[in-house]
């Protein structure tokens, strides 16, 4: 079974800039997951989808960032300008559902913010 | 407060050793109890999972809940150096809605000397 595929996995970009992530979860994965882990963290939850629909965003920087999953399947997180602080690594996960608690994560995307 | 407390590290034992690792919550609605490997430049993975209060083994791995003390536990016996990852505790409620949400706590780097 092929896991959580995400893309790119390292970027580097000056601040003010945009840039996006992808991510490809585990086929039949109703549940999407994005968190941002800055180092020395646990990771954070940004967004969470069911299906197409978001579930949980409350911890978004919607000033700046913006996720859409659409189709059910593939999802991008953006941000929009991206600041110092958002250098991180975001990772993105995925369950069959909200009740089952394994979440499988992907690799993650490594940012750098300079 | 923050909501998950986990011991920073770093720790460093030799190979063969039993490793004990902490988390301690404040939340009393934490009823589902994780443990996830993170390997360096990996996602996490899921090691440990258990419900409410009480043990759960898997081969060399223990997973202790006291939810009277708020307090969770994993024991690694016979450590190996492939052992050598972060780990990272991390709960959820049992309710509806943003329940489900995983807190983490900061990962404790874990380092097994041959």
New interface residues.
């Given amino acids: 079974e092929a896991g959580?595929a995400q893309s790119p996995r390292y970027k580097i970009i000056e601040k003010r800039q945009s840039v996006a992530f992808w991510c490809n979860p585990i086929s039949g994965h109703a549940t999407l997951y994005w968190y941002q882990q800055i180092l020395?963290?646990?990771?954070?939850?940004l967004i969470?989808f069911q299906n197409n629909g978001v579930v949980?965003d409350?911890q978004l920087p919607k000033d700046r960032f913006s996720a859409e999953r659409l189709k059910g399947v593939d999802s991008t997180l953006k941000i929009q300008p991206a600041k110092l602080e958002d250098s991180a690594v975001y990772?993105c996960?995925s369950s069959l559902n909200?009740?089952t608690?394994?979440?499988?994560?992907?690799?993650?995307t490594?940012l750098t913010v300079l | 407060q923050k909501e998950?407390e986990?011991d920073p590290g770093p720790l460093s034992v030799p190979e063969g050793a039993i490793v004990s690792l902490n988390c301690t919550y404040s939340n009393s609605a934490f009823q589902?109890f994780?443990w996830y490997r993170q390997y360096s430049?990996?996602?996490?993975?899921?090691l440990m999972?258990t419900y409410s209060s009480g043990n759960k083994e898997d081969g060399r791995f223990t997973a202790q809940v006291d939810k009277s003390s708020k307090y969770i536990s994993l024991f690694i016996r016979d450590s190996q150096p492939s052992d050598s990852a972060t780990y990272?505790c991390?709960m959820?409620g049992g309710g509806g809605g943003?329940n489900?949400?995983?807190t983490?706590?900061?990962?404790t780097l874990l380092t097994v000397n041959p």
């Fill in positions: 959580v020395g963290q646990g990771p954070k939850l969470q949980d409350s990772l996960a909200r009740i608690d394994t979440q499988y994560f992907g690799p993650g490594r | 998950v986990q589902y994780m430049r990996k996602g996490p993975e899921l999972y990272l991390a959820r943003s489900y949400k995983l983490f706590g900061k990962g």
